[in-house]
């Protein structure tokens, strides 16, 4: 599991708890409820820790196993004010609030990075798009347009090289297009 994965759902996770929390329930009811909830990832760590919790385990060493499988700096941070609420009773309602606001402000900035990462993207891919097949075309038919030049001293190539120009160049722009698509994709932070 990535670090992504973790961070999917974790600023609904985040206030879920919060509210919980905020509303008088217990760590250990709100995570029994996140672990029964879409939460992703963090649903399911909920759920295997609840497990161990209901088989006997102590919830202070089911939150430290979940620490050490975290990937995510955002994830680890959470299980570890869970933690020190369980083992010092410290104040987790403001702890969870300023983690929120700091995924948030992560989220935000990846989400306006990503935003400036593809800027002239559909221009580029909307001229590629429209220009390649109108100039190939026109290329294509140019057998047909011109016919033979005569007295101007040159031959225009045969419709079957031009067609297999105007099929190899279409290819050409839709694997073009095909690699801007995938490069676009594979900037996505996931938010």
Same mark, same amino acid.
């Given at each position: 599991?990535?670090?992504?994965?973790?961070?999917?759902?974790?600023?609904?996770? #985040?206030?879920?708890?919060?509210?919980?929390?905020?509303?008088?329930?217990?760590?250990?009811?709100?995570?029994?409820?996140?672990?029964r909830?879409?939460?992703?990832?963090?649903?399911?760590?909920?759920?295997?820790?609840?497990?161990?919790?209901?088989?006997?385990?102590?919830?202070?060493?089911?939150?430290?196993?979940?620490?050490?499988?975290?990937?995510?700096?955002?994830?680890?941070?959470?299980?570890?004010?869970?933690?020190?609420?369980?083992?010092?009773?410290?104040?987790?309602?403001s702890?969870?609030?300023?983690?929120?606001?700091?995924?948030?402000?992560?989220?935000?900035?990846?989400?306006?990075?990503?935003?400036?990462? #593809?800027?002239?993207?559909?221009?580029?891919?909307?001229? #590629?798009?429209?220009?390649?097949?109108?100039?190939?075309?026109?290329?294509?038919?140019?057998?047909?347009?011109?016919?033979?030049?005569?007295?101007?001293?040159?031959?225009?190539?045969?419709?079957?090289t031009?067609?297999? #120009?105007?099929?190899?160049?279409?290819?050409?722009?839709?694997?073009?297009?095909v690699?801007?698509?995938?490069?676009?994709?594979?900037?996505?932070?996931?938010?």
């Amino acid at each position: 599991m990535s670090a992504q994965e973790e961070e999917i759902n974790l600023i609904y996770a #985040l206030r879920g708890i919060q509210v919980l929390i905020g509303a008088g329930v217990g760590l250990e009811s709100a995570m029994t409820h996140i672990s029964r909830g879409g939460y992703g990832r963090i649903s399911n760590d909920f759920s295997k820790a609840m497990s161990g919790v209901n088989k006997g385990q102590r919830l202070e060493d089911e939150i430290r196993r979940l620490i050490k499988g975290a990937k995510s700096d955002d994830y680890r941070r959470l299980l570890n004010s869970m933690l020190n609420n369980v083992t010092s009773n410290t104040d987790i309602l403001s702890s969870l609030e300023q983690q929120a606001s700091r995924a948030e402000e992560n989220r935000t900035d990846r989400l306006k990075r990503y935003i400036e990462d #593809l800027a002239g993207l559909p221009e580029k891919a909307l001229i #590629l798009g429209f220009l390649a097949p109108l100039i190939l075309g026109l290329l294509a038919i140019a057998p047909f347009l011109l016919g033979d030049l005569g007295p101007i001293g040159g031959d225009v190539p045969e419709v079957s090289t031009m067609m297999l #120009l105007f099929n190899g160049g279409l290819l050409a722009t839709i694997g073009i297009l095909v690699i801007i698509l995938l490069g676009a994709k594979s900037k996505d932070p996931g938010v």
